[in-house]
């Protein structure tokens, strides 16, 4: 299962060192990243494969749980860009 | 491959304008629990539900966590009770309605809809017998919705009904009394009823649907408001334009959705409605869209002409993102659930006779509306049939959940809370039609042709 990862926060060192090490860690491969600073704030796209980790979408969401107070990290299927945006 | 503007066009969408799956419907037929003892059809029924709906909550919520949008309602339709009722030759259907709610509590849905008769021809005995009992039953419930089929084009309007449900309205009314009349918003009086409407409070399953089916309404007037916000010099065709584009977005996630919910529930999948259901949040409102499009209030001169672009667009750009397009289709616009709809009305500039003349553009009818707890009987069985001829004449669903409040009067307000919401109390037209309605009989259905 493929899903796009979104990272929206306060900018501070060491964000997507954190994502990939716990993307890591759970055995998800990271398939293409865009990533810039929007009005002061760090924003950032992932492309990421579950096809070889034991976790689905929702338990990896659980694990970005309490990653950052101030940073804002949502998982979603692939599914749903391609079908709204995609014929 | 999909890129960075799209997934925070998405995003924006879910997060700040309010895109959501306004409902998965399971529709739940209960033909095969009818019996000539009602006790044995009421266990029949709550057993098909609970098993049936058993995990539609959860595996929804399932749905919502892996696709990252909110699944606002989990609800269930089932076959109009009054056909199952027939069967068990009760004078009154109350205990379905308690076996219905008993079904819909264990599930954990947050409506169930088709404690509901058909009578737009004729009425039967367990038709009257369910319909006496609506009052009964929706003061003693929580969960259940009811609604009578009371018109139709290719029947004409059954006015014995319509003087029957004006009695009944007031009688909902009376025995909520002590809940600001709440029955009545549980309650919905068609022409031309669907049989796969996923929304409440008039959803029930049709007598052609399957076993198991489910329906998906989809939402988001402020995904349209916002699209509509960046083009403030277009000519109007450009804005349909941008509708039917934002409406193939909205739907396609809603097919997505829908075709999800029927592979992980063994359901059939029936059908998207493609609506511009409002709630009473700020940024959620249809009549804010209108008011995008250039009116100052909506209730103004332009509104209709406005509605129906709007709801022809959504419509036309809807219809090529599902496979199965059904329900009521259209923009909604019920009063007390839409905050630019509330201040229209508070403002004396949204009134009921131009509401009627929006429901003839738009889906579905006189929604939520709050009157006077004085409006006699007669006069709400004149609004019904009013509103059912549009319905008749147009070939198109028309609707009334119309609340006249006890103890209230013109310049209160009244809350319902939730996604009900609160409206002020409109005035009513006071002529009589006493003599119209008491009349009685059957209204022929129309011509279908010399269409002026």
Do not use: W
Request: hydrophobic letters at 45%.
């Amino acid at each position: 299962m493929k899903a796009f990862l979104t990272v929206i926060g306060r900018d501070r060192v060491g964000i997507i060192a954190d994502v990939s090490n716990k993307l890591a860690k759970n055995n998800v491969n990271i398939l293409d990243i865009t990533q810039t600073i929007l009005h002061d704030y760090f924003t950032m796209v992932m492309f990421i494969s579950l096809e070889n980790s034991d976790m689905d979408i929702a338990s990896l969401q659980a694990e970005f749980a309490d990653f950052d107070k101030n940073i804002e990290i949502r998982i979603q299927s692939e599914e749903i860009f391609n079908s709204m945006h995609r014929l | 491959m999909i890129n960075f503007n799209e997934v925070n066009e998405t995003i924006q969408m879910i997060d700040n304008q309010h895109l959501d799956v306004r409902t998965v419907t399971m529709g739940i037929s209960l033909y095969d629990c009818a019996d000539s003892s009602a006790e044995k059809a009421c266990t029949r029924i709550y057993d098909k539900i609970c098993k049936r709906a058993e995990h539609l909550v959860s595996k929804c919520e399932n749905i919502e966590k892996s696709y990252g949008i909110p699944i606002v309602n989990k609800r269930i339709s089932v076959t109009p009770i009054a056909h199952i009722a027939s069967a068990s030759r009760v004078n009154d259907a109350t205990c379905f309605a308690v076996a219905l709610e008993k079904a819909a509590q264990e599930v954990g849905v947050n409506f169930l809809g088709g404690f509901s008769a058909l009578v737009h021809k004729g009425i039967t005995p367990g038709d009257a017998a369910l319909i006496r009992s609506i009052p009964e039953a929706l003061a003693t419930t929580e969960h259940i919705c009811s609604s009578v089929n009371i018109g139709s084009t290719k029947a004409g309007i059954n006015m014995d009904a319509v003087k029957e449900m004006g009695l009944i309205v007031r009688q909902c009314a009376e025995k909520t009394a002590d809940r600001e009349s709440i029955g009545c918003a549980k309650l919905v009086v068609f022409c031309n009823a669907v049989e796969d409407n996923p929304f409440m409070a008039g959803a029930f399953l049709g007598c052609g649907e399957g076993d198991c089916v489910i329906n998906v309404g989809v939402s988001g007037p402020g995904v349209v408001k916002c699209a509509l916000e960046k083009m403030p010099d277009a000519s109007l065709g450009e804005l349909a334009e941008e509708i039917k584009k934002t409406a193939f977005k909205i739907t396609r996630m809603g097919q997505l959705v829908a075709t999800q919910a029927a592979k992980v529930l063994d359901a059939q999948f029936g059908i998207v409605d493609l609506s511009l259901a409002p709630t009473p949040t700020m940024g959620d409102s249809v009549a804010h869209i209108l008011e995008e499009m250039g009116l100052s209030t909506c209730g103004g001169p332009g509104t209709t002409a406005a509605l129906a672009m709007l709801n022809d667009a959504v419509k036309k750009g809807g219809v090529m993102a599902s496979s199965y397009v059904g329900g009521l289709s259209g923009a909604f616009i019920p009063v007390s659930e839409d905050i630019g709809m509330i201040n229209a009305a508070e403002a004396g500039i949204l009134t009921l006779e131009k509401l009627e003349a929006m429901t003839c553009v738009c889906s579905v009818g006189l929604d939520m509306i709050a009157v006077p707890g004085s409006t006699s009987a007669e006069t709400i069985s004149g609004i019904i049939a009013d509103e059912a001829a549009i319905g008749m004449v147009n070939s198109k669903t028309t609707a009334v959940r119309i609340i006249p409040v006890i103890g209230k009067n013109v310049g209160d307000r009244v809350c319902f809370g939730g996604l009900l919401g609160e409206a002020p109390i409109m005035p009513v037209n006071s002529a009589s039609c006493e003599k119209f309605i008491s009349r009685a009989g059957r209204i022929p259905a129309p011509l279908q042709s010399l269409k002026n």
